[in-house]
């Protein structure tokens, strides 16, 4: 009996003792995501520490912070394990070396291999991979079916030529008072990078310089898209506020219902379910000058390790965990969150076409590969914006895009 | 001995002082000027780079642009708010129950972080939703709701309509205690001998608040010309970079192109400005007060 209960108390011991071990062994790490991707990146570290004994925190960091706060990081030797932020960045952030090389890890894993081409393109330097993607968004068209019917016009069969969107709306803003055709937002260079260039680009245009002898804004779809804005617009088919509004109001005036058709991004769907349940709406790809041009604008965040991480092996594992089935079903389809991986665009939880519709947008979606891109595109001071109103506002396309290319190089040669 | 003994007790005294002074203005300077020489960027890295960064700035035809516009900007709000201020003081300066209780609305807005009032406004001049537009048609003021931030002008006096309502209370409440600080005896004997009510502002208020009024001024001026939060949030630099100012610009380089060194040496400059300005300011208010 005494033997028993001393064989039942070493058990008790060795077992505690192991217990202690394994929670000694579980690992605490941290993550840094930026505001506009917390919502996704909380969803897929939930189930991560559901599943794992190593747990990550989540820090939600500013969107206009993120670079400051990692280059501080970074040169102060005081980094997360893992980091997610605006994939714009990630060509700058090669460049300055913050990044761990994750080439040999990320090729062997077969599921980067279904992931968005746009997303494997951007992580790419000089034949290194330095992450992947994470949480996306991706730019798509949307109208407002109520007002199309309203408008005597189809409301199942959205817009597929800039030409049909010009007709469209014009029938729509026909309707009179404050209903217009179209909705963009004339002050905000990141809204119209992500809705307007899409457009250029299914036209078959090449939007921004990688290198200083590159040639930006070529093709004719620059000009055809800027002058059928600028129609738009001197027609009224747009309200006034739309050259002010510097992204404010990106969406708001979607949701009030009184306006036809805007380029959105796929985070408006659960947006637009949630706040106005009752509006009929419709989704469908950014298009081009003729029948059949279609694009999109990859957004949404990557992920990788900061040159620095305490535990990179373990953050290897979380990347891997979220390219797999179970954190791109489980972890985002599940929540109405797009996956990164083209190949699950149609998956068992998007039931509503209009999500497959922006998923699908993913795989067939650029982004640009450029240095400086604040200073050609994201800056309220950038040649970007200043093409977009110089050519829409005051009708000058051809001079307005004359200057914007001067521009570009020249920062493009910085 | 003593002598040199009490000096080095001064020494002591005042060293925490001289301390703070180094840590947190001096070396903070020093490293500003020493970035301003360099080409470092925010991304890391800084190689000295002379006085290229200058010779820059020299040319950029934005950075002048931007100047222009916040000395325009310091030049319009400052008699305003300096204007509106004395005003207010003269009518709340008694401490009566309904002019504490002016007062204490006057000067609410203070208190409430300038990112937060501008956001406020730049909803309250909304086209569409705005009350500001929807206060003026009723008025008769408007026959239909304006774009306060399409054209440049415009929405720099919807900024100053916004600061003025955020700022004025500030000065309100320095003017109000210089006011209430005027002897009571000068006023009454004025008063003996037949000086009217602007009469006596005119000839013993304002000259008794000349002081004041320079602080004031100063305080506004320099506040105005590192004017940023406002314009950041209400105008965005728009339309088409009509509305940036200094340090807008100087942010938009360091911290949207990732250009430390050129947005150090930025600073630089608009620093010596204002420390010109400054000087000046006060050279000709002390030599006006002399004469």
Same mark, same amino acid.
């Not at chain 1, 000694?24 to 570290?45: D, P, Y």
């Not at chain 1, 949404?300 to 991480?309: E, I, T």
């Not at chain 2, 940036?244 to 990732?258: G, H, P, R």
């Given at each position: 009996m005494r033997l028993a209960r001393l064989a039942g108390a070493f058990a008790l011991g060795v077992s505690v003792l192991a217990a202690g071990s394994l929670a000694a062994s579980a690992a605490e790490l941290t993550m840094w995501v930026r505001a506009s991707g917390a919502n996704a990146a909380q969803h897929l570290v939930d189930l991560w520490n559901t599943k794992h004994d190593d747990k990550i925190t989540l820090t939600v960091i500013p969107d206009d912070q993120m670079v400051t706060k990692l280059a501080t990081g970074v040169a102060a030797g005081d980094v997360p394990d893992i980091i997610s932020f605006d994939l714009i960045y990630m060509p700058d952030f090669m460049k300055a070396g913050?990044?761990?090389?994750?080439t040999d890890f990320l090729n062997a894993d077969p599921n980067q291999a279904k992931v968005a081409q746009a997303y494997k393109d951007l992580a790419s330097y000089e034949g290194k991979l330095y992450g992947t993607g994470f949480t996306p968004d991706v730019s798509i068209l949307m109208w407002n079916k109520d007002l199309f019917k309203k408008a005597g016009l189809d409301p199942e069969k959205g817009p597929t030529t800039l030409a049909e969107v010009h007709e469209d709306a014009k029938k729509i803003r026909a309707?009179?008072?404050? +209903?217009?055709?179209f909705w963009f937002s004339g002050a905000c260079p990141g809204c119209n990078i992500f809705t307007m260039s899409p457009l250029m680009v299914a036209s078959g245009a090449k939007i921004l310089p990688?290198?200083?002898?590159d040639e930006p804004l070529q093709g004719p779809g620059v000009e055809e898209v800027l002058q059928f804005y600028r129609d738009m617009w001197s027609e009224g088919l747009?309200?006034?506020s739309a050259e002010a509004?510097?992204?404010?109001n990106f969406v708001g005036n979607f949701k009030t219902g009184k306006i036809g058709i805007q380029g959105a991004g796929g985070f408006l769907i659960s947006d637009l379910k949630r706040d106005v349940p009752d509006m009929n709406f419709g989704v469908t790809f950014l298009p081009g +000058?003729?029948?059949g041009q279609k694009s999109s604008f990859v957004g949404g965040d990557v992920v990788a390790v900061p040159k620095?991480?305490?535990n990179l092996d373990i953050a290897k594992q979380f990347i891997a965990w979220q390219l797999s089935d179970e954190g791109q079903l489980e972890g985002l389809a599940k929540n109405n969150i797009l996956p990164?991986?083209?190949?699950?665009?149609?998956?068992?939880?998007?039931?509503d076409p209009r999500v497959v519709t922006t998923a699908e947008a993913i795989g067939l979606g650029y982004v640009p590969w450029v240095f400086h891109f604040n200073d050609m595109?994201?800056?309220?001071?950038?040649p970007w914006i200043q093409m977009i109103q110089t050519a829409v506002f005051q009708g000058d396309v051809k001079g307005a895009v004359a200057t914007a290319k001067d521009a570009m190089k020249s920062i493009a040669s910085e | 001995m003593n002598a040199v003994r009490s000096r080095y007790i001064g020494l002591l005294y005042v060293a925490p002082a001289i301390v703070f002074v180094a840590v947190f203005v001096a070396y903070p300077l020093g490293r500003l000027v020493w970035l301003s020489l360099t080409n470092a960027s925010l991304l890391g890295g800084a190689r000295f780079d002379g006085i290229n960064n200058y010779i820059r700035a020299w040319k950029d035809a934005t950075f002048w642009t931007s100047l222009g516009f916040t000395i325009k900007y310091t030049l319009y709000i400052t008699p305003i708010l300096m204007g509106l201020g004395f005003l207010a003081a003269l009518l709340t300066?008694?401490?009566t129950p309904l002019k504490k209780l002016t007062r204490g609305v006057i000067f609410?807005?203070?208190?409430?972080?300038l990112g937060t009032s501008s956001l406020l406004w730049w909803w309250l001049f909304?086209?569409?939703?705005?009350l500001f537009n929807r206060a003026l048609i009723d008025l008769h003021v408007l026959s239909e709701p304006i774009?306060?931030?399409?054209h440049a002008e415009v929405a720099l006096w919807a900024v100053i309509i916004s600061v003025v309502w955020k700022v004025v209370g500030f000065g309100m409440i320095l003017f109000v205690s210089n006011i209430q600080g005027i002897d009571r005896e000068i006023n009454e004997a004025a008063m003996i001998d037949g000086a009217s009510y602007w009469q006596r502002v005119g000839r013993i208020v304002l000259p008794l608040s000349y002081r004041t009024i320079l602080l004031a001024t100063l305080i506004s001026a320099i506040g105005s010309m590192l004017a940023f939060e406002q314009f950041y949030i209400?105008?965005?630099?728009?339309p088409q970079g009509h509305t940036f100012t200094s340090v807008y610009w100087i942010y938009q380089n360091s911290f949207?192109?990732?250009k430390l060194g050129y947005g150090s040496a930025l600073s630089v400059i608009l620093t010596l400005i204002i420390v010109l300005g400054t000087a000046m300011q006060i050279f000709l208010t002390r030599r006006r007060e002399r004469t």
């Amino acid at each position: 009996m005494r033997l028993a209960r001393l064989a039942g108390a070493f058990a008790l011991g060795v077992s505690v003792l192991a217990a202690g071990s394994l929670a000694a062994s579980a690992a605490e790490l941290t993550m840094w995501v930026r505001a506009s991707g917390a919502n996704a990146a909380q969803h897929l570290v939930d189930l991560w520490n559901t599943k794992h004994d190593d747990k990550i925190t989540l820090t939600v960091i500013p969107d206009d912070q993120m670079v400051t706060k990692l280059a501080t990081g970074v040169a102060a030797g005081d980094v997360p394990d893992i980091i997610s932020f605006d994939l714009i960045y990630m060509p700058d952030f090669m460049k300055a070396g913050f990044l761990e090389d994750l080439t040999d890890f990320l090729n062997a894993d077969p599921n980067q291999a279904k992931v968005a081409q746009a997303y494997k393109d951007l992580a790419s330097y000089e034949g290194k991979l330095y992450g992947t993607g994470f949480t996306p968004d991706v730019s798509i068209l949307m109208w407002n079916k109520d007002l199309f019917k309203k408008a005597g016009l189809d409301p199942e069969k959205g817009p597929t030529t800039l030409a049909e969107v010009h007709e469209d709306a014009k029938k729509i803003r026909a309707l009179g008072g404050d +209903i217009y055709g179209f909705w963009f937002s004339g002050a905000c260079p990141g809204c119209n990078i992500f809705t307007m260039s899409p457009l250029m680009v299914a036209s078959g245009a090449k939007i921004l310089p990688k290198t200083a002898e590159d040639e930006p804004l070529q093709g004719p779809g620059v000009e055809e898209v800027l002058q059928f804005y600028r129609d738009m617009w001197s027609e009224g088919l747009i309200p006034a506020s739309a050259e002010a509004d510097n992204g404010q109001n990106f969406v708001g005036n979607f949701k009030t219902g009184k306006i036809g058709i805007q380029g959105a991004g796929g985070f408006l769907i659960s947006d637009l379910k949630r706040d106005v349940p009752d509006m009929n709406f419709g989704v469908t790809f950014l298009p081009g +000058i003729n029948a059949g041009q279609k694009s999109s604008f990859v957004g949404g965040d990557v992920v990788a390790v900061p040159k620095g991480s305490k535990n990179l092996d373990i953050a290897k594992q979380f990347i891997a965990w979220q390219l797999s089935d179970e954190g791109q079903l489980e972890g985002l389809a599940k929540n109405n969150i797009l996956p990164s991986r083209a190949d699950l665009s149609k998956n068992q939880y998007f039931t509503d076409p209009r999500v497959v519709t922006t998923a699908e947008a993913i795989g067939l979606g650029y982004v640009p590969w450029v240095f400086h891109f604040n200073d050609m595109v994201n800056s309220n001071s950038s040649p970007w914006i200043q093409m977009i109103q110089t050519a829409v506002f005051q009708g000058d396309v051809k001079g307005a895009v004359a200057t914007a290319k001067d521009a570009m190089k020249s920062i493009a040669s910085e | 001995m003593n002598a040199v003994r009490s000096r080095y007790i001064g020494l002591l005294y005042v060293a925490p002082a001289i301390v703070f002074v180094a840590v947190f203005v001096a070396y903070p300077l020093g490293r500003l000027v020493w970035l301003s020489l360099t080409n470092a960027s925010l991304l890391g890295g800084a190689r000295f780079d002379g006085i290229n960064n200058y010779i820059r700035a020299w040319k950029d035809a934005t950075f002048w642009t931007s100047l222009g516009f916040t000395i325009k900007y310091t030049l319009y709000i400052t008699p305003i708010l300096m204007g509106l201020g004395f005003l207010a003081a003269l009518l709340t300066a008694e401490n009566t129950p309904l002019k504490k209780l002016t007062r204490g609305v006057i000067f609410l807005p203070v208190v409430i972080g300038l990112g937060t009032s501008s956001l406020l406004w730049w909803w309250l001049f909304d086209q569409q939703v705005g009350l500001f537009n929807r206060a003026l048609i009723d008025l008769h003021v408007l026959s239909e709701p304006i774009v306060w931030f399409t054209h440049a002008e415009v929405a720099l006096w919807a900024v100053i309509i916004s600061v003025v309502w955020k700022v004025v209370g500030f000065g309100m409440i320095l003017f109000v205690s210089n006011i209430q600080g005027i002897d009571r005896e000068i006023n009454e004997a004025a008063m003996i001998d037949g000086a009217s009510y602007w009469q006596r502002v005119g000839r013993i208020v304002l000259p008794l608040s000349y002081r004041t009024i320079l602080l004031a001024t100063l305080i506004s001026a320099i506040g105005s010309m590192l004017a940023f939060e406002q314009f950041y949030i209400m105008t965005a630099g728009g339309p088409q970079g009509h509305t940036f100012t200094s340090v807008y610009w100087i942010y938009q380089n360091s911290f949207v192109f990732f250009k430390l060194g050129y947005g150090s040496a930025l600073s630089v400059i608009l620093t010596l400005i204002i420390v010109l300005g400054t000087a000046m300011q006060i050279f000709l208010t002390r030599r006006r007060e002399r004469t």
